[in-house]
């Protein structure tokens, strides 16, 4: 698996509407069975797919995250679309 | 008042006081049952499937009428609902023998304690979950009761919960929500006495209390009303109204059963009201209807249609509204409005009355000859533009022999002019339409259309205000246009002052610093 490091730039933290933003892409993306993980560190990771899974780590402002995925993913696309997500007021 | 305990203190909305059993939405987590299941697995999760696509459906209907950020809001809620660990958390609560409405408040209740931290989210997502068994037992929409009248406590509702209110609803206490925010509009337009902004608690109260709620004075309290010492029929009446009267409708019932005495006509036809549910541009031939059945139904006088207006908390499906401000300089609005026009001009050729057309949130002359032209190549001889953003407000002598008449909408003005959110209720103070600074606003577009020779109305909310009332027909407005409730008052105080009196009155009204001081000078010169 490929994995990142993107930092969270919301106030808010990872709250429900980014959430369910990456929730949705993910399910869009990973449609050829392809799975992406997504956690605070690379020992606690979670389905990226679940809405609920996400918001249940609790990421706050400022906070590090960790996005793991297959090498049949098209990684660009994705975190670029990932960056604008998580740094959307 | 000194007997009745007041427990709820609030901004005013309607001009009005009405009584009725209270009916409280709390929103206190999802009803617990713990009860296995009489059914087979099978037809169980089939039940529970049917229940949430239900939910579903809801938002859906719901994202559609909404504006763009509502609709990620709603959006987050769906993909919650539909997310695939809770979907797994129901199943194998089915599984293991357990009813839906079970299933539900279990994984519900599991899951809640991960928002704990993150305030309104968790509400939200209960309210799914409760969602979810009102769908179970059947009742999705606000289960309101029927029959007896009934006044609603709640934190908020959405506009579109008030359109579907029904008539035994006479009064609505809301903890949150500003005085011109769209549910309160409605609110207004429906007759119901309300409550926005309001301070006080939930459980102060049961449901099945009986409530009044007293618009005028901004209290609520338990038990039945307690009669005013002045009541409004008291009045002295010294002559006819100093102004026309119109009324302001949003749907058909508010031509039901209408004496027409006082009553000129019609001043605003909320147009995009008769749509709200719509997906999608509503057709032609249903529009030349609804405009056909007005036409037919309202009250002798001038009937005024205002093209669709579109805005952040009544968006239609079928406008762009992410810029309220540009309307016009869509183009798509533009298609919209000609469909629109010609409709109006159909409508009036087959009934064999006149229409009168305005635009809203028009920005400069320039835009109002353009929008007169195309309603008279319509057709529609009779057309005119709404005043609400301050920079036309500043050229009105300029729409000298171009527009036929004008109507000041005072919310949009006001939201205009201090650069406010319609929404926000901790800017009440400068959304009163007293602001002196907003009073004299008003009294330079009435000066300049009384200039150029042309009709003036105030259709915004402060019409409906008796005080204000008096104080706009002093300044020399021609009509005032107002949901219907409001006119009985409105006749009594416009009845009671000659013009000398009221142009008095708004002098001194202008003359004060501040919107609370307006208000008290002219409270006392009306005695009331």
Same mark, same amino acid.
């Given at each position: ?22 929730? &949705? ?34 990421? &706050? ?29 | ?109 599991? #899951? ?110 338990? *038990? ?74 309202? +009250? ?96 009105? +002598? ?70 204000? *009332? ?22 009594? #105080? ?35």
């Amino acid at each position: 698996m490929i994995t990142r490091v993107l930092r969270v730039d919301n106030e808010q933290g990872l709250h429900a509407r980014p959430a369910a933003a990456i929730a &949705k892409m993910v399910s869009d993306y990973s449609s050829q069975g392809s799975k992406v993980l997504i956690g605070k560190s690379e020992d606690n990771l979670v389905d990226a797919s679940s809405v609920l899974e996400i918001l249940s780590l609790k990421v &706050k402002n400022g906070e590090d995250l960790v996005i793991a995925f297959d090498e049949t993913f098209e990684v660009e696309g994705f975190l670029d679309s990932l960056r604008v997500i998580l740094s959307k007021k | 008042m000194s007997s009745a305990k007041v427990i709820f203190e609030g901004q005013g909305i309607g001009e009005l006081v009405a009584s009725g059993k209270a009916f409280v939405i709390k929103d206190n987590g999802v009803f617990v049952e713990k009860k296995k299941s009489a059914l087979t697995q099978t037809a169980e999760s089939a039940r529970l499937a049917r229940a949430i696509t239900q939910v579903e459906e809801n938002l859906n209907q719901a994202i559609c009428q909404t504006s763009a950020e509502t609709k990620e809001i709603l959006g987050a809620l769906q993909a919650l609902l539909l997310d695939t660990k809770l979907q797994t958390g129901l199943k194998l609560s089915i599984e293991a023998g357990w009813s839906s409405e079970s299933a539900v408040s279990k994984v519900f209740a599991d #899951y809640a304690d991960l928002f704990s931290e993150m305030g309104d989210l968790k509400e939200d997502f209960l309210d799914l979950g409760r969602q979810i068994q009102a769908a179970l037992s059947g009742s999705a929409e606000l289960l309101i009761p029927t029959g007896d009248s009934v006044v609603i406590v709640a934190k908020n509702l959405s506009p579109l919960q008030m359109v579907k209110l029904g008539e035994n609803v006479v009064g609505v206490i809301l903890l949150e929500s500003g005085p011109t925010s769209h549910t309160a509009i409605i609110c207004r337009q429906k007759g119901i006495a309300t409550l926005v902004g309001a301070a006080g608690l939930l459980t102060s109260m049961k449901s099945g209390d009986e409530l009044t709620v007293d618009a005028i004075s901004g209290k609520a309290y338990l *038990g039945p009303p307690i009669a005013y010492s002045i009541s409004e029929t008291a009045r002295r009446k010294i002559g006819e109204p100093l102004t026309k009267l119109r009324l302001n409708i949003g749907a058909m019932s508010d031509l039901k059963s209408l004496s027409q005495e006082n009553i000129d006509g019609i001043g605003l036809v909320r147009t995009e009201m008769f749509f709200l549910g719509a997906i999608g541009e509503p057709d032609s031939v249903e529009q030349t209807q609804v405009y056909e059945t007005i036409l037919r139904l309202a +009250p002798q006088g001038k009937v005024v249609f205002r093209t669709f207006d579109s805005s952040e908390d009544k968006a239609l499906t079928f406008i762009d509204s992410k810029n309220h401000e540009s309307l016009w300089n869509s183009s798509q609005y533009w298609e919209i409005i000609d469909q629109q026009l010609s409709c109006l001009a159909l409508a009036q050729k087959r009934v064999g009355r006149e229409v009168s057309v305005m635009a809203p949130m028009i920005e400069s002359a320039t835009q109002a000859e353009q929008f007169v032209r195309k309603a008279k190549a319509h057709g529609i001889h009779s057309a005119g533009v709404m005043v609400e953003l301050p920079s036309l407000s500043l050229e009105i +002598p300029k729409l000298e022999g171009k527009v036929d008449f004008l109507s000041i909408g005072t919310n949009d003005l006001a939201k205009y002019l201090f650069g406010l959110d319609r929404e926000n209720f901790s800017s009440s103070n400068l959304l009163t339409p007293w602001h002196p600074e907003l009073l004299s606003r008003v009294k330079l577009i009435v000066e300049g259309a009384n200039s150029i020779g042309i009709e003036v109305a105030i259709c915004g909310e402060a019409a409906a205000d008796p005080l204000l *009332g008096v104080v706009f027909a002093g300044m020399g407005i021609d009509v005032l246009s107002m949901a219907r409730l409001s006119i009985p008052r409105a006749v009594a #105080y416009l009845s009671s002052v000659t013009v000398d009196q009221a142009k008095e009155i708004a002098r001194q009204a202008l003359e004060q610093s501040d919107a609370e001081a307006a208000k008290a000078v002219t409270q006392e010169s009306l005695g009331s």
